[in-house]
């Protein structure tokens, strides 16, 4: 009973800051409050969007083609399509006595990521999380064999700097606009773009190399957070969660930064919906 009690008292503060919200709830201890009002959700605008995640290294020789190819599939989705740069594995690595390769842009959740999709050569990316792994050849066709229809919506809010000195507030609200029967998980991801690094291409070193939608960090780990207390979604509700990282220590550039937000089913890796929103 003490428990029933608490999920309606966390549902009735939810309620009065978003149009919708039904529950049940878990709110785990990092999760912050969403104080921000969102605007209304138009759903004949909403479109599913599709997630790229590409491996690659900055010793890679290959890589670089990798990159040419997301370039040319961004004029080809547009702003359908998010990326996410994961930079893992040896290749990844600082290289040990090679001075231009002494950066590591890896990551613990890029490092988890790899694992759990057991990634080996590169460059390749999985689409959507359900896909097969590929190579970039075949990247436009698997993207283009994605259903389109939106099964769920992200809006997202970001707010630098508001609260405190160099942290990222990220208030998001998910609506469900469909059923969907497994537990779903959101997660957070800050991106880069614009990190001027050398890089090798074949056999030249390029030493300012821009480095594109570079993953920097999961805000909540790197399968995030269930928004409910079992994880399944119920279709006409909206569910918020936020959730905070510090750009202090690190040389991130917040005028480069965006947020990732994925809406996915880690038990069969598919992804519902994915969103992206600059920083500032």
Not at 68 to 92: K, P, Q
Not at 109 to 128: S, Y
């Amino acid at each position: 009973m003490r428990n029933i009690i608490i999920a309606l008292f966390i549902a009735a503060g939810l309620m009065a800051a978003c149009d919708r919200i039904e529950g049940p709830y878990i709110i785990p201890s990092e999760v912050e409050d969403v104080t921000v009002e969102f605007p209304p959700l138009d759903q004949s605008s909403v479109f599913r969007k599709l997630l790229i995640e590409e491996y690659t290294g900055h010793y890679c020789p290959n890589c670089p083609d990798g990159h040419e190819e997301l370039d040319r599939l961004h004029t080809v989705f547009g702003d359908t399509l998010v990326m996410v740069g994961i930079h893992a594995g040896a290749l990844a690595a600082p290289q040990s006595g090679i001075p231009a390769f002494s950066y590591d842009f890896r990551t613990d959740v890029g490092n988890e990521l790899r694992t759990f999709f057991n990634i080996d050569g590169i460059p390749v990316a999985i689409i959507n999380r359900h896909q097969n792994i590929v190579s970039p050849a075949r990247w436009q066709s698997k993207l283009e064999a994605e259903s389109r229809t939106p099964m769920a919506a992200i809006q997202l809010i970001n707010q630098y700097g508001t609260m405190q000195p160099d942290v990222l507030k990220v208030n998001a609200k998910v609506t469900m606009l469909a059923d969907y029967p497994n537990a779903l998980r959101l997660s957070l991801f800050l991106i880069e773009d614009n990190v001027i690094k050398p890089q090798l291409k074949h056999t030249e070193t390029i030493m300012e190399y821009t480095h594109k939608h570079v993953l920097r960090a999961g805000l909540n780990g790197t399968f995030g957070d269930l928004l409910s207390s079992d994880g399944v979604l119920q279709k006409d509700s909206a569910y918020m969660y936020g959730r905070s990282i510090s750009f202090a220590g690190h040389d991130w550039n917040p005028d480069n930064c965006s947020v990732v937000a994925i809406l996915h089913d880690k038990a069969n890796g598919k992804v519902l919906q994915v969103e992206q929103l600059r920083v500032k």
